[in-house]
């Protein structure tokens, strides 16, 4: 006989209640199994009404953050016997900080438009012809930005930060981290076009370096990481800016974005 | 969008001023706080401090230790009580007062070292 | 401001705008009590409030030795009381903790790159380590000297 515990889950319905409240279910735990499975468990054998999101269950699609415990977690990635010895309550909540659609299932607009503001694809000024080639990229290149590519945007990071909460306007951790991605990469031209937006206080300037998003992410990422880098590079071109105040570039693109 | 500059400028004397409270703060405490007022090691004589205050090298030395630490403090206070206190309508007041603070005590240094005997 | 908030309303989707039904979570003044490491953190940034402090007692002791022999040993009495010693040792071990955290977390803010390669991170931090232990050394050599 497998041992129980009892999962707590946080429960929500936008036509029901006017805020979360939890529900016990008693589940086993086998050795192999993730809160993930649990959920499901629940969902196919106890309360089909029970809401939340999954995909891949192999740590890669990012659909199945939750909080497991108070701490943000892949749920098909966290094993349920390290929380769990028979008898146990484990508490398993939407992802902190987000508004909440129905019971675990959280509302991402806010974050993806933050995505798009940063502009995580290839900028480029010039475009030289197709006959051109490809553009080559060494192994010491991709591996200067190749962390910060391994983003799944699971949002763990979001949950993890306490100025996300207290500042809804903070672009947050993995959108800073995945404009490093861009800005780090030799084919890309686009880091003045990203500092306009993030070199502000919604920005890096807003982050004040708690580091829970880099001890949280599953794929590390560093997101803190990324945000410091990026400040200690925004307060040299600032110092810059004086020693050679011709050579500031990143002058017109500020401007630029004042006017739009 | 000239918050921009200002939040570097800021950083930067944050990151400076931590640089310095890192390194040097823990030793003066121990010595000047610790080990001299309990009898662990013998107290410098008021002739030998004041030797050493004379020299500029030291006077500049005591200035840096005391005027960056103070804009480091000023960063890091005030973004404590914007997110510990979530008192951000107070925003304005809370950055006055404390980067009022650090300027005080930066020229407070400035005098007490410049008319140094 | 308007750079980063602007686009919010242009770009979010249409129903995503004034939906009346989820749930919005508050975030609790005592967010920073209730987590071990958000209270870590808390307790990093509020060192510099000892920093502070360290800085106002050495003003204090400049401004006692400007005024003489009489004022320096009247200051050093009064370090020798215990609320003075309980300050100090309180700021002491919070100031150690700040050069700890600050040290450690250098390397995150450097990505250090040597022939191409990063870094480790204890091979950043540890020349901070080595510039501490020497400075404070030097100083503590040029006072007792
Ligand atoms: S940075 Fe890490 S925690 Fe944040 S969204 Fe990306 S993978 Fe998830
Ligand atoms: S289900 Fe895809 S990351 Fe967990």
Redesign the interface.
């Known amino acids: 006989m497998a041992d129980k515990i009892i999962l707590e889950v946080a429960r929500y319905s936008p036509e029901r209640d006017a805020k979360p409240s939890f529900q016990s279910y008693e589940v086993p735990v086998y050795k192999e199994w993730v809160v993930l499975d649990a959920l499901n468990y629940i969902k196919d054998q106890v309360d089909g009404s029970l809401t939340y999101r999954w995909s891949c269950r192999m740590g890669i699609c990012g659909s199945c953050g939750m909080m497991v415990n108070g701490e943000p977690k892949l749920t098909c990635a966290t094993f349920l016997s390290s929380y769990a010895h028979n008898g146990s309550k484990v508490r398993v909540e939407p992802l902190r900080y987000f508004p909440v659609v129905r019971d675990l299932v959280t509302e991402l607009s806010d974050f993806l438009v933050k995505l798009t503001k940063v502009k995580p694809w290839l900028i480029r000024h010039d475009e030289p012809p197709l006959t051109q080639g490809e553009f080559l990229q060494t192994p010491d290149q991709l591996d200067r930005y190749k962390q910060f590519s391994m983003c799944i945007n699971c949002t763990l990071c979001y949950a993890a930060c306490?100025?996300v909460g207290?500042?809804p306007v903070f672009v947050g951790p993995a959108a800073i981290a995945l404009a490093q991605r861009y800005n780090m990469d030799s084919r890309d031209q686009g880091t003045e076009e990203r500092t306009?937006v993030l070199?502000?206080?919604e920005g890096i300037?807003g982050c004040?370096f708690v580091g829970e998003c880099t001890r949280v992410c599953p794929k590390h990422v560093d997101p803190a990481g990324a945000i410091q880098q990026y400040?200690?590079k925004?307060?040299l071109?600032?110092?810059k800016?004086f020693v050679m105040p011709g050579e500031h570039k990143s002058k017109d693109v500020?401007?630029e974005?004042?006017n739009d | 969008?000239e918050?921009?500059?200002n939040?570097?400028?800021f950083?930067?004397l944050f990151?400076a001023?931590?640089?310095i409270?890192?390194?040097?703060?823990?030793?003066?405490?121990?010595?000047?706080?610790?080990a001299?007022?309990?009898g662990w090691?013998?107290?410098?004589s008021?002739e030998?401090?004041?030797a050493?205050?004379r020299l500029p090298v030291v006077r500049i030395y005591?200035f840096v230790?005391?005027s960056l630490?103070?804009f480091?403090?000023a960063?890091?206070?005030r973004?404590?009580l914007?997110?510990?206190?979530?008192v951000?309508h107070l925003n304005e007041v809370i950055f006055t007062l404390c980067y009022g603070?650090a300027v005080v005590?930066t020229v407070?240094?400035g005098y007490?070292?410049w008319?140094?005997? | 401001m308007c750079?980063v908030k602007q686009p919010t309303t242009r770009t979010a989707p249409a129903y995503t705008e004034f939906h009346p039904r989820w749930y919005r979570p508050q975030?609790s003044?005592y967010w920073?009590l209730f987590q071990r490491q958000y209270l870590k953190f808390?307790l990093r940034?509020?060192s510099?409030?000892f920093?502070?402090a360290?800085?106002?007692?050495?003003?204090l002791?400049?401004?006692a030795?400007?005024n003489g022999?009489e004022a320096?040993?009247r200051f050093?009495q009064w370090?020798?009381t215990p609320a003075?010693?309980a300050?100090?040792?309180v700021?002491?071990c919070f100031?150690?903790f700040?050069?700890i955290t600050?040290?450690n977390l250098a390397p995150s803010a450097m990505a250090v790159r040597l022939r191409g390669k990063p870094l480790p991170d204890f091979m950043v931090a540890a020349p901070?380590y080595a510039?501490?232990l020497v400075?404070?050394g030097a100083?503590?050599w040029?006072?007792?000297?």
């Open positions: 306490p100025v207290l500042d306009a070199a502000h206080p300037w004040t400040k200690l925004a307060a071109d600032w110092v800016s500020r401007s974005a004042a | 969008m918050r921009q500059s939040e570097a400028f950083w930067t990151s001023g931590g640089v409270a890192a390194i040097l703060i823990p030793v003066h405490i121990f010595l000047f706080g610790l001299f007022p309990l090691l013998p107290a410098p008021y030998h401090m004041m050493l205050v005591l230790l005391c630490p103070l480091h403090w960063h890091r206070f973004y404590t914007f997110d510990g206190l979530q951000k603070g005590g407070l240094a007490l070292l008319n140094m005997g | 750079a975030v003044v920073w808390i940034e509020l510099s409030v920093v502070a360290f800085v106002v007692i050495t003003l002791q400049l401004n030795l400007r022999p320096y040993a050093q370090l020798q003075a010693i300050l100090n040792v700021s002491f100031v150690v700040h050069a600050w040290f901070n510039v501490w400075v404070s100083v503590a040029l006072v007792l000297r």
